[in-house]
């Protein structure tokens, strides 16, 4: 089962509240404005900053 588009709308990025988009493969969430990638394992986000991944 995926992310569903309404669980989307209503996720904030947890260090700034930006919005954030799914990755190409649905392994995570990106923040394009703190440049982190959240990871998303068994269909559940886990909107956590110290579990985030940096991106550049």
């Known amino acids: 089962m ?6 989307l709308d209503i996720l904030a990025c947890p260090k700034c509240k930006g919005v954030l988009r799914l990755t190409e493969k ?3 969430l990106v923040c394009d404005a703190c440049k982190l ?4 394992r068994e269909d559940i986000p ?4 110290d579990e985030a991944e940096s991106i550049k």
């Open 2 to 7: 995926a992310i569903s588009q309404d669980l």
């Open 26 to 28: 649905p392994e995570g």
């Open 37 to 40: 990638r959240y990871p998303i």
């Open 46 to 49: 886990i909107m956590l900053i």
